[in-house]
Every structure is written in C-alpha cells, then in structure tokens.
C-alpha cells in the first residue's frame, strides 16, 4: 500500500519575495512613465478644447453675429458661452482677432503650453488652432 504525502498548500518564502520584487520594480516603472503621460494628456485634452472653443466661434457665434469676437468675453455677454473654459494646465486661452497664425487671419486661439509663457519647446510649447488641424477643411 502507497502511501501519498499530502501537498502542503500555500507559497514558500522565496516565491513570495519573488513576487514582491515584480511587482516593485513595475511600480517604480508606473511612477516613472506617470508624469509623462499625464503632459501628452494635457496637450491632446487642450488642442481639442481650442477645436471645441473653434466651433463655438465659428458657428455659435459667427453665425449669429456675422462677425468674429473681438475677446473671448463676447461670449460671455453674448450668452453663447457661460463661463470661458482654461487650458489642461489652467491657464486662460489667448484670443486674438485678425490674428496672424491662421492663414485665414479670422482670429488666433492660442494656449501657451505648460509654462504658460509664449514660445517654449515640448510641453512648454504654444499651442495654437490650426497648427494641428487636418488641412482637409475649407473656409470659403
């Protein structure tokens, strides 16, 4: 007659360790990797609020209007906006009429990056409507 040993449940010492030891080192890649990822965050969440606060311009406003806003307040006391929103990095939006980016000189909107400073390079950098734009559309 065999006898079986009957298996021990539960891990050992060295595989709990082991296991420790993964999960630190993908921790310390998560915090690492974080930062960076929250800033492309940022850049993409504000170059759609610029296309959002585009389309309230160029629709909302202009159409009823027929002209463009000298300020970014005019929406306000137009009532076409409520309250104007800031960029990811809570800095307000820089509106120029008859600005000089847009090839269509309408009107610049513009959000100075993460240092909220003009120029800069990376985060820092402006960002700007229509410099990330699909050329595929026609002001006529």
Same mark, same amino acid.
């Given at each position: 007659?065999?006898? $079986?040993?009957? $298996?021990?449940?539960?891990? &050992?010492?060295?595989?709990?360790?082991?296991?420790?030891?993964?999960?630190?080192?993908?921790?310390? *890649? +998560?915090? /690492?990797?974080? =930062?960076?990822? &929250?800033?492309?965050? $940022?850049? &993409?969440? &504000?170059?759609?609020?610029?296309?959002?606060?585009?389309? +309230?311009?160029?629709?909302?406003?202009?159409? #009823? /209007?027929? #002209? %463009? =806003?000298?300020?970014?307040?005019?929406?306000?006391?137009?009532? *076409?906006? #409520?309250?104007? =929103?800031? @960029?990811?990095?809570?800095?307000?939006?820089? %509106?120029? #009429?008859?600005?000089?980016?847009?090839?269509?000189?309408?009107?610049?909107?513009?959000?100075?990056?993460? @240092?909220?400073?003009?120029?800069?390079?990376? %985060? @820092?950098? @402006?960002?700007?409507?229509?410099?990330?734009?699909?050329?595929?559309?026609?002001?006529?």
């Amino acid at each position: 007659m065999q006898y $079986r040993k009957k $298996r021990e449940q539960g891990f &050992t010492l060295v595989e709990l360790m082991a296991v420790l030891f993964i999960i630190s080192i993908l921790a310390g *890649v +998560v915090i /690492f990797v974080n =930062p960076f990822v &929250t800033d492309d965050a $940022r850049v &993409t969440a &504000t170059k759609l609020q610029i296309n959002e606060l585009c389309k +309230v311009i160029d629709t909302d406003y202009h159409n #009823k /209007f027929s #002209k %463009y =806003p000298d300020s970014l307040q005019d929406l306000i006391s137009k009532n *076409v906006l #409520k309250e104007i =929103p800031k @960029d990811s990095w809570g800095n307000d939006f820089v %509106y120029i #009429k008859g600005g000089t980016y847009n090839g269509a000189g309408k009107y610049d909107l513009i959000s100075l990056g993460a @240092d909220n400073a003009e120029g800069g390079t990376g %985060y @820092d950098a @402006d960002i700007i409507n229509n410099h990330f734009k699909e050329t595929t559309d026609t002001d006529e």
